[in-house]
């Protein structure tokens, strides 16, 4: 749907997984209105989703985040027959496994939250209702700086248990956000043998304390740098030398080898962190800012915006769609998991990728089957999120300020 009448801007409450500063203006191009995003750390943005859905009109963020703003009602169903590309989103989501080997991976797995169900519960079971669009999602795992630890990642690193190895004592850091954070620290946990739990993905009380006590004499003994918020913070400890190894997210993947430092992503045995992001409409919304919204949830899945964020490491929900828009030498590497015959941008046209580099662990959709969790809000969250400000401690870096951009 292209909307080319004067209206009011359509306001995008965001985090870093949306690439929103090379949407921004190409958005505005397409759809014919203007476009405002609000860009806020992981919990920041929840907190003001939750709380003051008056503040925007669309919110940007991931399956794992539904409990609390759905729980307060602060989004609205999103219509399935205004979705014109619906039948093309894939089955990671619709079904819960991208194919019929695949793993739907403990925790929040995107589909056991997608379909709103008549009494307005989310479940599983297909609806003519959604509650989040999928778009973009990824497969996490840690990063090595190869040069600095003197190895090579694809021979000599097979496990979560790497993580936390005290090879590494000093020179480890770990994303500061308790929905995930908390996860790359029990993947390794468990794989190492330090630490067990009934489900990883909805942990007892005894459990979260179990692990988070594990934690602190880890951090007591010196294994932790600072841990960080945003690619920006993890691009900067890896660049600067300070970390050896560290949760990682692919725009810092690609950001450090834009400036040609020997960045490599473990391919765990154990599986990945799965998370899938997805677009919500505020529960405010009607007539023709109604209509903004699902001109910009059809948008997002055009082709143009996937091919943006494929730059950055990051997959969407219709890939077929973003093959267009994408040089076949690109598509080759990002989706297909072959080695790169020339050298590739990234999203903001810089050379990242090296002639002959291959992206770690293969295709999409390989890397899609092979998912050990996913990013979780479990139902001891509050508790979590009490103990996990334990861990992180004083004189942590923490990014609270926000971005406006219009």
Known sequence: ??????????????????????????????LGFELEFE?????????????????????????????IVWYWRAIKPIEIDRIELWDEVNDLTKKGAINSVGSIGLGDAPVTRLYVQQDNSLSSAPSTRISMLPTVHNFDSFAVNEAAAGIDVDQDVRS?????????????????????????????????????????GNMSVDEVDKLMDFALGLKR????VPFWKTTQDATRLMENNDVVISSMWSPSVVALKARHIRIRQAVPIEGYRGWHG???????????????????????????????????????SVPERIRNHLDEEEWAYWYGGKPASRPLPDPNGIPAIRPGEVRSGGSYWSRASQIAIWNTTMDEHNYLVRRWGELIGNGVERSTGSRKIA
């Not at 209206?7 to 997984?17: A, G």
């Not at 919990?43 to 991931?62: L, S």
């Not at 003994?221 to 932790?224: A, C, D, L």
């Open 1 to 30: 749907m292209i909307l080319r009448r004067e209206q009011p801007k359509l306001r995008i409450l965001c985090t870093e997984i949306t690439p929103y500063r090379q949407l921004m203006e190409r958005a505005r191009l397409d």
């Open 39 to 67: 860009a806020h750390d992981f919990v920041t943005a929840q907190r003001i989703a939750a709380t003051q859905p008056d503040r925007y009109d669309v919110y940007d963020q991931c399956f794992h985040n539904l409990d």
């Open 160 to 200: 979560w248990a790497e993580l936390l190895s005290p090879r590494w004592k000093g020179r480890i850091s770990i994303v500061d956000e308790p929905a995930i954070g908390f996860f790359d620290i029990a993947l390794a946990a468990r794989a190492a043998g330090k630490v067990t739990f009934r489900d990883p």
């Open 221 to 224: 003994e010196g294994y932790f």
């Open 278 to 316: 997805g677009l919500c409409i505020a529960r405010h919304l009607e007539g023709h800012r109604l209509d903004q919204a699902y001109a910009y949830l059809n948008w997002f899945l055009s082709g143009w915006p996937g091919a943006v964020a494929a730059r950055q490491g990051y997959y969407i």
